[in-house]
């Protein structure tokens, strides 16, 4: 109980004072869409790049973390497509953005904040390698599998130009791409650009945490109950235990256990909902698990710290 006291509750409550301070009307829309968009467009491509800049790629790309990972996002994935599909009878471009938001765990506004309070900033390394391709590997599948169901066969040789496109247009992707090209370059920058940039990437979480409460009060559940509580099933439960069961198979050291797992027993990110906008397909489900699945996390992530070494 007093992890889910001093580690989880700070978290949250930045962002039930964001949820709060909307509900309020203290801040209009266009002021947390002005913040979110600071967020996620300045301050965590700024945190990304320092982030990945100065990790020694050798020492924490493990490939076990990341097939750990990485193969309960899919498995996931798949999960959330096959149910929406089969068990919902949605359409196949509706069960592609139900599985994408089974998919895309909240790596960054959560994971990252959760990690580093419950095990210190020296515990973020393996978070960091995460985080370096979540972005780029979630959008690729559900950007491929989304335009496979929408093409029906036809045009099927535009789609790797057409990923390619979504993916480079994120400016976390290009954070990361940066960041990786300074770090295999060796390049340094001068002092005062360096303060500069510790600056911003201060703002960075809080920021982003406050503005995720804001935009989670535009979106209260409503309707496909079920299938939003499956989506919280498959986010909250199936992923995590699915990398902690390969993690303790492949005998990952203990700090990349913890980053895996944590990272994969976050609530779906924003990015579930801003993918489904994209495509106009499963907005209600994906904003709804967004809000609910936050919530839920309190409890299930206090859970998975309990169950972790």
Partial sequence: MQALIDVILPVFLVIGAGYAASWRGLLPENAVDGLMGFATTIAIPCLLFRAIWQL?????????????????????????????????????????AVGFACLFSNSLLLGLPITERAYGP???????????????????????????????????????LTVIRAMFRNALVIGILIGVVFNLGDFSLPSPVMQALDMITRTALPAALFALGGVLFRYRPEGDLRLILTVCAIALGLHPAITYLLGTGLNLPLDSLRSGVVTAAMAPGINAFLFANMYGRAKRVAASSVLLATGLCIVTSWLWLQALP
């Fill in 56 to 96: 020694d790629l050798g020492a924490h790309f493990s490939p076990a973390l990341l097939v750990s990972f990485y193969a309960g996002a899919v498995l996931a994935f798949t999960a959330g497509l096959l149910a929406a599909r089969f068990v919902f009878a949605r359409d196949w471009e509706d069960a592609v």
């Fill in 122 to 160: 020296e515990a973020l390394n393996g978070n960091y390698a995460i985080i370096a391709m979540h972005s780029p590997f979630c959008y690729a599948l559900g950007i491929t599998a989304m335009e496979i169901a929408r093409a029906r066969g036809t045009e099927i040789r535009r789609l790797p």
